[in-house]
Nanobody, 122 residues
Framework: QVQLVESGGGLVQAGGSLRLSCAAS????????MGWFRQAPGKEREFVAN????????YHADSVKGRFTIARDNNRNTVYLQMNNLEPDDTAVYYC???????????????WGRGTQVIVSS
């Protein structure tokens, strides 16, 4: 059974930092592209960043470029999202996902975690 478990969310002031983690089990982690998405109340799920099976290739949404960094550790079956200089608009539930293709839409991803809440206060 595939499981993706996010952690590291919380309440932070604007300008602060958080590091999210997503621990994967039940799959050959190194064979999957990994993505981070977020969803704010009343909004659609939004792409944040992805990393290909080859951890050297990453892609970040324009809204987070220069502030967020995705990384993966295939030895630990974990993907990370380092979030710096957080803004109130970053408030959302953050989800990690696994799929064969490192897309920017939710559809290609086959497995999803339950999410971790991030709240950024102004």
């Amino acid at each position: 059974q595939v499981q993706l478990v996010e952690s590291g969310g919380g309440l932070v002031q604007a300008g602060g930092s958080l590091r999210l983690s997503c621990a994967a089990s039940g799959l050959t982690f190194s064979s999957y592209a990994m993505g981070w998405f977020r969803q704010a109340p009343g909004k659609e799920r939004e792409f944040v960043a992805n990393v290909r099976q080859n951890a050297g290739i990453t892609y970040h949404a324009d809204s987070v470029k220069g502030r967020f960094t995705i990384a993966r550790d295939n030895n630990r079956n974990t993907v990370y999202l380092q979030m710096n200089n957080l803004e109130p608009d970053d408030t959302a539930v953050y989800y990690c996902a696994a799929g064969w293709v490192a897309g920017t839409e939710p559809k290609p991803y086959m497995y999803w975690g339950r999410g971790t809440q991030v709240i950024v206060s102004s």
